[in-house]
C-alpha cells in the first residue's frame, strides 16, 4: 500500500503556466525524491533532495523540503505540454524502507 | 485487498549464485514493473511486464538479467552469476492496465552480494 500524501492529486493548466505538486510524509526520512510517469511506462527518477537539504534545483524543476512540517514541494516552471505525466513523491525512511505516494496527475494543455 | 507483495524481503548471494526475486501484484492488476535502487540513488526503471509479455525491457541489462510474468503466479526477477555490484534493493510495482497512471509499490527486496 501507498504511503504519503500528494495534493493535489489532479492538475491541469496552461502551457507556460507554472506547476506545484505537494507531498507530506509520516516520520523520519533519510531523503525524498521525485519521480514521474507517463502513461504506460516505468517511473523516471526526477530529483532526490536529502534531510539537511532545504532546497534543489535541476533545470525548469525546484524541489523544497521541510522537515518540520514534513512535507516536501515539486514545482515545474513554464511548463509544456510534454510534461504532461503523473509526478510521484517517494520517501526513504531512516529503517530503508521507501513509500510512495499516489501521485499527483498533471495535465499542460498547449 | 492486500498490497503488492515481494518475497524475499532479504536475500544473501555469493558471487555466481542465483538470485530469485518475486512479486505478487495488486489483486486485478495485470502489469507489473521492476526498479532497482543502488545505494543513496533513485529508481533505475528496469522492465515491464504484462501477463506472459514483456512489454518494455529498455532497462535490462543484457547479460545475467531476465523477468517473467506467467499466467499463474508471482513475477519473477532472476539474475544469474550474480556479482557484487548486482547488490541492490530490487521493487517491484503493479498497475491495473497499460494506460493506468497508478503504480503500487512493493516494500521491495534488499539483495546482498558476498
Known amino acids: 500500500s501507498q504511503q504519503g500524501e500528494e495534493d493535489p492529486q489532479a492538475l491541469s493548466i496552461q502551457e507556460g503556466e507554472n506547476a506545484t505538486m505537494n507531498c507530506s510524509y509520516k516520520?523520519?526520512?533519510?531523503?525524498l525524491q521525485w519521480y514521474r510517469q507517463n502513461s504506460g511506462r516505468g517511473l523516471v527518477h526526477l530529483i532526490l533532495?536529502?534531510?539537511?537539504?532545504r532546497e534543489k534545483h535541476s533545470g525548469r524543476l525546484r524541489v523544497t523540503l521541510d522537515t518540520s512540517k514534513k512535507s516536501s514541494s515539486l514545482l515545474i516552471t513554464a511548463s509544456r505540454a510534454a510534461d504532461t505525466a503523473s509526478y510521484f513523491c517517494?520517501?526513504?525512511?531512516?529503517?530503508?524502507?521507501?513509500?510512495f505516494g499516489a501521485g499527483t496527475r498533471l495535465t499542460v494543455k498547449p | 485487498n492486500a498490497g503488492v507483495m515481494q518475497n524475499p524481503r532479504h536475500l544473501v548471494r555469493r558471487r555466481g549464485q542465483e538470485a530469485r526475486l518475486r512479486c505478487s501484484p495488486m489483486?486485478?492488476?495485470?502489469?507489473v514493473y521492476w526498479y532497482r535502487q543502488l545505494p543513496e540513488e533513485g529508481l533505475k526503471f528496469m522492465v515491464y511486464?504484462?501477463?506472459?509479455?514483456?512489454?518494455?525491457e529498455s532497462g535490462m541489462p543484457k547479460e545475467r538479467f531476465s523477468a517473467e510474468f506467467p499466467k499463474e503466479g508471482p513475477s519473477i526477477l532472476r539474475i544469474q552469476q550474480v556479482v557484487r555490484g548486482d547488490s541492490a534493493a530490487y521493487f517491484c510495482?503493479?498497475?491495473?492496465?497499460?494506460?493506468?497512471?497508478?503504480?503500487?509499490f512493493g516494500p521491495g527486496t534488499r539483495l546482498t552480494v558476498t
Open positions: 510495482a503493479s498497475s491495473p492496465g497499460l494506460s493506468a497512471y497508478e503504480q503500487y
Open positions: 516520520t523520519s526520512i533519510n531523503n
Open positions: 533532495i536529502r534531510s539537511n537539504e
Open positions: 517517494a520517501s526513504l525512511y531512516n529503517n530503508n524502507d521507501m513509500r
Open positions: 489483486k486485478g492488476h495485470s502489469h
Open positions: 511486464l504484462q501477463k506472459e509479455n514483456i512489454i518494455d
